[in-house]
Antibody, heavy 122, light 106 residues
Framework: EMQLVESGGGLVQPGRSLRLACVAS????????MHWVRQAPGKGPEWVSG????????AYADSVKGRFTISRDNAKNSLFLQMNSLRAEDTALYYC???????????????WGKGTTVSVSS | DIQMTQSPSTVSAAVGGRVTITCRAS??????LAWYQQKPGKAPKLLIY???SLESGVPSRFSGSGSGTQFTLTISSLQPDDFATYYC????????FGQGTKVEIK
């Protein structure tokens, strides 16, 4: 069974940093692009960032560009999101999600984790 | 950014009924559209990709159609498990989601 498990969320003050992690199992992690998607309370999902299987292609939403950094460690089946200069509007449930097709990123997501909650407040 | 607009925001239907949800893109996205189902407290679940391709394991009562800027998701015979919120998502460029359509019991 394909599974994604996120961790690293928590309550943090504005301007501080947080690092999210996602561990994958049940599929060939290094064959797929991966994404972070967030969902603020009562709102629809918002794509945050994506990374190709080999880390050569990385993309960010304008709302996080310059503050967030996505990375992966294929040897450890892990995806990361380094979040700096956090703002109140970054408060959300953060999901790790697997891209659909093998090797070719398409930016739709066919497997999702349960999410980790990030709250930014003083 | 490509804006995705769903209608209606809420739809009420009876078990066994037919439901159609519309998604409109602010510019042409060819067929690069996915549909997701989300239940309270759960992650979104992929139903359809490339506008009309059914994800493995998804019941055939779900179908998608459209291309360019206009798309629809149809549930042909609503089951109790289908009451949820549905989102469209374009992936012609960096992904953007619609605001969601809640399917309620009539």
């Amino acid at each position: 069974e394909m599974q994604l498990v996120e961790s690293g969320g928590g309550l943090v003050q504005p301007g501080r940093s947080l690092r999210l992690a996602c561990v994958a199992s049940g599929f060939t992690f290094d064959g797929y692009a991966m994404h972070w998607v967030r969902q603020a309370p009562g709102k629809g999902p918002e794509w945050v960032s994506g990374i190709s299987w080999n880390s050569e292609t990385i993309a960010y939403a304008d709302s996080v560009k310059g503050r967030f950094t996505i990375s992966r460690d294929n040897a450890k089946n892990s995806l990361f999101l380094q979040m700096n200069s956090l703002r109140a509007e970054d408060t959300a449930l953060y999901y790790c999600a697997k891209d659909g097709p093998l090797l070719v990123p398409t930016y739709y997501m066919d497997v999702w984790g349960k999410g980790t909650t990030v709250s930014v407040s003083s | 950014d490509i804006q995705m607009t769903q209608s209606p925001s809420t739809v009420s239907a009876a078990v066994g009924g037919r439901v159609t949800i519309t998604c409109r893109a602010s510019q042409s996205i060819s067929s690069w559209l996915a549909w997701y189902q989300q239940k309270p407290g759960k992650a979104p679940k992929l139903l359809i990709y490339r506008a009309s391709s059914l994800e493995s394991g998804v019941p055939s009562r779900f179908s998608g159609s459209g291309s360019g800027t206009q798309f629809t998701l149809t549930i042909s015979s609503l089951q109790p498990d289908d009451f949820a919120t549905y989102y469209c998502q374009q992936y012609d460029s960096y992904p953007t989601f619609g605001q969601g359509t809640k399917v309620e019991i009539k």
